[in-house]
């Protein structure tokens, strides 16, 4: 049965299994040590989790190269601890989320293999040229480290199509056997209990590409086949696609008006105009983002993120706007990445902690369901001495203990971050957890609150003008309900006066704060905001009570009901400031 759109309000928290936790101290995760971490996961509050792949691999782009989709790489463990993995995380309420990498295997995959030679069954599952193709070197992804789209293999005697890197030969999805392995693909991992995929690359596993004439149109047939196949195997599962498209291109993808596509994508475009906000101070280009991208099918829904296991992409922005953005968090030639990127994680880029939290606080305010970066709960930071996109992907730093507790070997799968202000000395689970004020204490907060405002991830929401361009001010309503938040990207304080869109005399409740109004005697909603400061008002009172029909007993007759009103007025103060 359909849970509700449970999506739509989900807190999704990505990690890689190879740098997350260590247990059998081979220097590499496994899912022993996910498991053992579990209960962090369930402390901090976020409900679903989205693996990176962790299927047998060369590793060559940390996993997204798969030699065998139906196992677990051994370094991760045996089928045996996924399973038992999913147990403990069904057990605690958690939903998991896999990564579905169609569009290219490793060029190790014994499909691959096969399909060198000339004669093979699976020749055409891959998408071979005799001839150079003359657009041998366009449409990189990866500019700058990836020298072409087309490789020449001796033994095929022919060229491979690789969107991707040359060990990333791509798929031929126009071939129907090639459609029903991804198919039985899906249906192992649904029949062992995962709640959906992450879809990679998803306009480049749509594309069709021709030797002699380049990438044809996308078949977005193929995304529907995709969604019913998921659909009728298992009716909540989900497909969240990763396609960094433009908001003209977007609809198809949600498969149009009927919505038979994905279900959720990430906002790239949004992303991008978050940071451009955070580097100039100024909303307006990230509310024509929001504008931008609004109109989706009823049933789909934008996950927001600030950084993930990638590059921060900023391909989108204007060349003037994604120059702003780099001066600002990429100031140095090493920090970025691709022509187009930034390899930085979240803390280092903003720096203190005040733009942290409003970076934060943003994330979840914004239309959508919101995903975590492991790391950025503690405000990790990165190591620019490794290889591209790796400078992100260091170990999780759960103690201040050797390796910063993340395994026993000497020698890791990638060096935790070991010096310096971001080490994990300062920054570790073990000293944040106990400390009342820490960042990962705040995190926790923060989901908890945003649990607590469904209206964001299922409700209309209007941008309130507040007559200063460095505010976002954005109003929710589903059901009844509504939620406001406001958050100044200025580093000086400001007044700003939400009338009219608030109407006058209407009680504005501060979710994060013991104050309880922000209507002015006159009855205009005045806020004063201090630098890059942030608020949560749930429109009305916060009606904790639960309104049971009283029994009439004799104390009551005898008046006690009177002296209870004001110990009820006391109780549900105490629950707003928790
Ligand atoms: C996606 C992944 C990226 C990977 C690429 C190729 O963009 O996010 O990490 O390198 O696909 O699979």
Not at 569 to 577: D, E, G, N, V, Y
Request: with cysteine; proline share 5%; hydrophobic share 40%.
């Amino acid at each position: 049965m359909i849970d509700e759109l449970w999506y739509k309000n989900a807190v999704i928290y990505s990690l890689d299994l190879e740098t997350f936790m260590d247990a059998n101290g081979d220097g590499v995760g496994d899912f022993e040590g996910l498991i053992r971490r579990l209960d962090y996961l369930q402390f901090l509050g976020v409900d679903t989790l989205w693996l990176a792949p962790f299927q047998p691999t060369p590793n060559r782009d940390n996993g997204y190269d798969i030699s065998d989709y139906y196992g677990v790489d051994p370094r991760h463990g045996t089928s045996g601890d996924f399973v038992e993995f999913m147990h403990q995380a069904h057990k605690r309420g958690l939903r998991v989320l896999i990564d579905l990498v169609i569009n290219h295997t490793s060029d190790r995959h014994p499909w691959f293999q096969d399909s060198r030679a000339r004669n093979s069954a699976k020749r055409d599952w891959y998408v071979w040229a005799d001839r150079r193709p003359a657009d041998l070197d366009e449409g990189m992804v990866f500019p700058g480290v990836q020298k072409s789209t087309w490789s020449y293999d001796r033994k095929a005697r022919a060229y491979y199509f690789h969107r991707f890197f040359a060990f990333q030969p791509d798929l031929n999805i126009e071939n129907p056997e090639v459609r029903a392995e991804l198919r039985r693909v899906m249906g192992f991992w649904l029949q062992l209990g995962i709640g959906g995929f992450r879809l990679d690359a998803v306009p480049f596993a749509l594309e069709t590409v021709d030797p002699a004439r380049g990438p044809g149109p996308l078949r977005f047939d193929y995304l529907t086949e995709l969604r019913r196949f998921l659909q009728w195997r298992s009716g909540d599962a989900v497909l969240l696609g990763e396609a960094n498209v433009t908001p003209e291109e977007v609809l198809p993808y949600f498969g149009g008006d009927g919505g038979d596509g994905m279900h959720m994508m990430f906002n790239f475009y949004v992303n991008q105009h978050l940071f451009l906000a955070l580097a100039t101070g100024q909303v307006d280009t990230l509310v024509e983002a929001l504008r931008a991208t609004r109109e989706i099918p009823a049933e789909a829904q934008w996950v927001n993120f600030l950084r993930n296991h990638d590059e921060l992409d900023l391909g989108r922005l204007e060349d003037a706007e994604r120059e702003t953005v780099f001066r600002r968090f990429g100031a140095e030639e090493r920090m970025r990445l691709y022509g187009r990127g930034i390899r930085r994680r979240l803390a280092p880029m903003l720096g203190d902690r005040r733009h942290e939290e409003l970076a934060y606080s943003v994330l979840f305010a914004l239309p959508g369901t919101p995903v975590l970066r492991y790391g950025d709960e503690l405000g990790m930071g990165d190591d620019l001495s490794l290889r591209e996109r790796d400078a992100v992907r260091t170990p999780m730093q759960w103690a201040d203990e050797p390796q910063g507790g993340f395994s026993a070997a000497e020698r890791l799968v990638l060096p935790v971050v070991g010096e310096g202000v971001w080490s994990y000395r300062h920054i570790n689970v073990a000293a944040q957890r106990r400390d009342p004020s820490s960042l990962l204490n705040w995190v926790g907060g923060m989901i908890r609150l945003r649990k607590e405002c469904p209206e964001i991830g299922r409700g209309d929401w209007v941008v309130l003008e507040t007559g200063d361009p460095h505010v976002l001010a954005l109003r929710y309503d589903w059901r009844g309900n509504s939620v406001i938040t406001v958050h100044n990207f200025a580093r000086t304080p400001c007044e700003i006066e939400l009338d009219p869109a608030v109407p006058r005399g209407e009680r504005l409740s501060n979710l994060r704060e013991e104050q309880e109004l922000a209507a002015d005697r006159d009855g205009r909603h005045r806020i004063a905001l201090d630098a890059l400061d942030y608020r949560w008002y749930r429109v009305g009172g916060l009606d904790y009570a639960v309104r049971t029909p009283r029994p009439f007993t004799s104390s009551r007759a005898a008046g006690a009901a009177g002296s209870s009103a004001p110990r009820t007025r006391r109780a549900r103060r105490r629950s707003r400031s928790r």
